[in-house]
DNA sequence: CTGAAAGCGCTAACAC
DNA sequence: GTGTTAGCGCTTTCAG
């Protein structure tokens, strides 16, 4: 193949310097006062050929790389895959480019990947963040790469800016519906999990207990677990707890095993027993009966985390100040919580 | 934060020449027959300090980057997510990192990301095309880069591999599941697309009609339509064939419209009308009434792609054979396919 | 066995 | 306004 031409050869064609061409392509040419003329000479020219500067090259010399990596929990989730495909298309369009991994909330293997995006001299981080990557996150600030987390957040990290929604007032408000629609004994099953979304999504049910005076029935699944085995264990926790006439399921995933795990058991919903669920999911729509679910603004929440990046990415010095965005989500009613018949 | 300490620090500091280090740290000290006590004193001094090499240098040297890119139609379509999560793990392993992108089908944005990527010094490829890039993919493999196709495959391009399922007989023996069921009016909507395997599908549609002597019922659906638009276009299909008693989708999300327009027309499935989709989907399988599918190999298509792109970068010269890797798909009778009561 | 040195392609300080 | 040139950090040829 033609062998890539690089601005020496182009600078020589025109006979000018590598500089004059290397301030034209960068638009720099008005600020150095470079002639009309020969902007236009070199531009033509380079289109012409079709020259395409060594993005590598600049990038070992500028040390930027105009890459975003962005870190999920995984990839297979439609939550994030939504995100990650919004915020891609929206980094395009700024000139940066996205390059992602699916943390599986392995700490580990997410230090792992952030060294390596480091290695690649990633300009930005968005992370869902595992457990345990506080002091990770911080030496990424310290260093001077913007760092915007989102769905969960992380103490003590000077700097860092988030997006999320107000998961406690969530979780309360369809605890609320339930009650209204007279549900009277309702069940939570969450995530053996410290991250902080999860926490104040039980948080936000401890809260709607305290206040209708309803008994608490938490069960923690354990993570990173097949969907058998989740199924499993939602399934026994039905069986252990025979009264409960409603459940919430504090995420999308468990509230797909929990309809596998009601089905198993052969209990109607929502007669023996209603059921709301965080984070929408197609399924839920489609689902007999449709299951009422509390859907998180996935465009709104890409828009802000992209932004805020940007506008890191844009100011040269080190803000320590954080900014946090909380953003509301929508409860939809459908009529897996329509109440006993 | 601390500087990042160079290969020629780490030889000053040890007295020795950064030809050395550089020989130690790539593995060819035996080769160059350094002694054994000088590697040793090498590697731990770089364990040590934390030495990481500087990747862009490298990359700049020696023109690999050891990053993989991956091209799906969309992200946010399971069949995709999963795929690329497969891919991941897998090229991790073999030190490689996986960049990816969604073409959305769109030609142009496709280019543009391919040569994004080819600036980037990407090692390899994998793709799921859209229709229109057999010149840059063959131009990507003339200048050295193999590449792998899948799901989809283009005529004509020498030395490009290719991971796909035998569509043509999958949707014959979905077809023929229906017929010995007892359905007799079986229609098929399909994408208004040239793409192999869409057309691959449309053939075992054609093919089983012939052969059982079966009217054929064809609805193309537009491409990159909005959900509600491909919605509004079942419903109307269905309501211009009312004889039809059974219907097969050719993807994943036309099952799932096809779904949501069954429901809309108040039709009973399997009585009314019986429903095939190719491509599984956990919705299938919790939708009431389960959903028959022909489900695709994931685990064993993301095996068959890397380790055939790993293969290619093994070997140094371009070897213009295509290699074709057929896989079959699994036909998961469920419910509604179960024939007219 | 080890070291000197020539780049990979680009940017930007500095000189004119 | 434009050219010279010193690196960015690494690999690798060639000479000892």
Redesign the pocket.
């Known amino acids: 193949m033609k062998r890539?031409l690089?601005?020496?050869d182009i600078?020589k064609h025109l006979?000018?310097?590598?500089?004059?061409v290397?301030?034209i392509?960068?638009g720099r040419a008005k600020e150095?006062?470079?002639?009309d003329e020969?902007v236009e000479r070199v531009l033509k020219f380079v289109e012409e050929v079709g020259y395409?500067?060594?993005v590598l090259?600049?990038s070992?010399?500028?040390g930027k790389s105009n890459i975003i990596g962005l870190l999920v929990e995984s990839i297979a989730n439609p939550f994030f895959a939504n995100i990650a495909r919004l915020i891609e298309n929206n980094a395009y369009k700024n000139g940066y480019k996205i390059i992602y991994s699916s943390t599986e909330n392995d700490t580990e293997k997410t230090k792992q990947i952030l060294s390596i995006f480091r290695e690649r001299h990633v300009d930005g981080y968005i992370i869902a963040p595992p457990e345990g990557i506080e002091e990770e996150v911080t030496s990424l600030i310290k260093s001077g790469s913007p760092v915007v987390l989102f769905d969960r957040f992380l103490e003590n990290v000077p700097g860092v800016d988030f997006v999320g929604v107000n998961s406690v007032q969530s979780i309360y408000t369809g605890m609320k519906h339930l009650v209204l629609e007279g549900y009277k004994n309702i069940g939570f099953v969450t995530l053996d999990s410290l991250q902080s979304q999860m926490q104040d999504r039980l948080h936000g049910y401890e809260q709607a207990t305290a206040e209708f005076k309803l008994t608490e029935h938490v069960k923690e699944v354990s993570y990173n677990q097949s969907s058998e085995n989740i199924v499993r264990q939602i399934v026994s926790f039905l069986k252990r707890k025979r009264d409960l006439d409603a459940i919430v399921f504090a995420t999308n995933y468990l509230g797909i095993s929990g309809l596998r795990a009601i089905k198993e058991l052969g209990l109607k919903i929502p007669e023996d027993i209603g059921v709301l669920v965080f984070d929408d999911n197609e399924l839920f729509e489609l689902y007999t009966p449709s299951i009422t679910s509390i859907a998180q603004p996935i465009e709104k929440i890409s828009d802000q985390v992209i932004s805020l990046l940007l506008k890191r990415l844009d100011q040269q010095e080190i803000d320590p100040q954080n900014e946090r965005i909380i953003l509301d989500t929508e409860l939809t009613v459908r009529d897996s919580s329509s109440g006993r018949k």
């Open positions: 890539k690089s601005i020496i600078a006979n000018i310097s590598t500089t004059t290397s301030f392509l960068n150095k006062r470079i002639s020969l395409k500067p060594n090259a600049r070992l010399r500028t």
